[in-house]
């Protein structure tokens, strides 16, 4: 399984939750910050995803989306 995940750079507030949850070490911290002042969360490394959902379940601020997509998809099998 592959995915990839979009933050919502404005509604994050920069917790870390997501970068502690995430498996794959896809995550890390941006050196701008967002509109209220944070150091917000970006997926560095978009190629490791798995899809596996952590970082979206953990956020508390909902502003982390994943998309999921089967190995066999990119074939167009
Ligand atoms: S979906 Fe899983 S692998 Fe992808 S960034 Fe989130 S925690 Fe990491
Ligand atoms: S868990 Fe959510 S609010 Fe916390 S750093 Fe990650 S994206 Fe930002």
């Not at 896809?26 to 917000?40: L, M, W």
Request: glycine fraction near 10%; hydrophobic fraction near 30%.
């Amino acid at each position: 399984m592959k995915g990839h995940i979009k933050i919502d750079v404005n509604l994050c507030k920069g917790c870390l939750y997501c970068i502690e949850a995430c498996p794959s070490g896809v995550i890390a911290v941006k050196k701008t910050f967002n509109r209220a002042g944070y150091f917000p969360a970006y997926p560095q490394f978009p190629e490791k995803c798995t899809g596996c959902g952590m970082c979206a379940t953990v956020c508390p601020d909902i502003a982390i989306t994943v998309y999921r997509k089967k190995e066999a998809d990119r074939h167009g099998k």
